[in-house]
């Protein structure tokens, strides 16, 4: 079951904050979050376990609250090349399946 | 390392023709994934593996087929082509679980079925 996004796209000035959801109706185990950008494949940002270990680039935060199965990408400071689109991804507990939502697509302009 | 590999970038087929999108990865990992991708709905899983000799079903598994007789290599088989089909597919590997590991995506493969 894919985990909803919000917003479904954001706009922002270089510099300014964004904050991107994702929540699931079943019990998770993990929280990954990729990057693409137009006509390129998704690059990893980050993972968030269950128990609390994260995975992932320095300058990314994240959050997972396990009890409402939802987590945050916190993009702070934004810069243009901050721009694409961004997913989240869920595994459920006792799973291997990866199921990604529809994305947020960001757009950082000057 | 080349990593993820993806033959061809582009094909265009006929309804009801067959064709297999090759997938390797020389990075010796363990689980390996198909996606496809449709504006406005996001990364849909089709198939994985996780491990060779085993493979299941993702959320979309209808109209196509994989198999995984070895680490490196997990081709995607489209039986009979649909315009439903026309989408771009993406191969992923991580090194042991899709739970808890980086998954590396391929370039892609754009398919028109018309």
């Known amino acids: 079951q894919q985990p909803v996004q919000s917003p479904q796209a954001v706009i922002l000035r270089e510099g300014e904050d964004a904050v991107i959801n994702c929540s699931s109706s079943?019990?998770?185990?993990?929280v990954h979050w990729y990057r693409q950008k137009h006509g390129e494949a998704p690059v990893f940002l980050m993972i968030?376990?269950?128990?609390?270990e994260q995975k992932g680039h320095e300058k990314i935060s994240a959050s997972f609250n396990e009890k409402k199965q939802q987590s945050s990408l916190y993009l702070t400071a934004s810069q243009l090349s901050y721009s694409g689109t961004y997913f989240c991804?869920?595994?459920?507990?006792?799973?291997?399946?990866?199921?990604f939502g529809k994305g947020t697509k960001l757009t950082v302009n000057p | 390392n080349a990593g993820v590999t993806q033959t061809p970038k582009f094909q265009v087929l006929k309804t009801g023709q067959s064709m297999t999108l090759q997938c390797a990865q020389d990075?010796?990992?363990?689980?390996m994934s198909w996606y496809r991708q449709d504006p406005g709905m996001g990364l849909r899983l089709i198939h994985y593996?996780?491990?060779?000799?085993?493979?299941d079903q993702g959320e979309v598994p209808n109209g196509y087929n994989v198999s995984r007789s070895t680490t490196e290599d997990f081709p995607l088989r489209l039986l009979s082509a649909a315009p439903s089909q026309t989408s771009v597919y993406f191969c992923?590997?991580?090194?042991?679980?899709?739970?808890?590991?980086?998954?590396?995506f391929g370039p892609g493969t754009r398919l028109t079925v018309l």
């Open positions: 992923a590997s991580s090194p042991f679980r899709g739970s808890t590991d980086t998954q590396y």
């Open positions: 079943k019990a998770l185990y993990s």
């Open positions: 968030l376990l269950k128990g609390g």
């Open positions: 991804g869920t595994v459920q507990g006792g799973s291997e399946k990866l199921v």
């Open positions: 990075m010796n990992h363990e689980y």
């Open positions: 593996s996780v491990g060779a000799g085993i493979t």
